[in-house]
């Protein structure tokens, strides 16, 4: 399975950006796609998942950050709104075969087997 993120960008507090991942190979039953995000001298954090189409988010971006997929382009989707430089991350986008449905394992990053290759968002003040 390779996974493709895009959608890097410098953005301004209160703006939004759009990421994508798209997904090829062996992409058959994986139904669970996360995204998390790595800050400079920060540990990696869950942002949002989706598993079918239940999605989950962390606290931190509930109500700003929307995860949605296209099963058709094998694509999910991160839409980032009313930003703020505390989001500035390497996002990274994962897949795991397995169907998780409770909030503690699919937000663990290790629980994930394919990874992207991250992609910049940059907030300024």
């Known amino acids: 399975v390779q996974l493709q993120a895009s959608g890097e960008g410098l953005v301004q507090a209160g703006g939004s950006l759009r990421l994508s991942c798209a997904a090829s190979g062996r992409t058959g039953g994986r139904y669970v796609m996360g995204w998390f995000r790595q800050a400079p001298g920060k540990e990696r954090e869950f942002v949002a998942a989706i598993s079918w189409s239940i999605t989950y988010y962390a606290d931190s971006v509930k109500g700003r950050f929307t995860i949605s997929r296209d099963n058709a382009k094998n694509t999910v989707y991160l839409q980032m709104n009313s930003l703020n430089p505390e989001d500035t991350a390497v996002y990274y986008c994962?897949?795991?075969?397995?169907?998780?449905?409770?909030?503690?394992?699919?937000?663990?990053?290790?629980?994930?087997?394919?990874w992207g290759q991250g992609t910049q968002v940059t907030v300024s003040s």
């Open positions: 994962a897949t795991t075969p397995y169907y998780y449905s409770d909030y503690a394992t699919i937000s663990n990053g290790l629980r994930y087997d394919y």
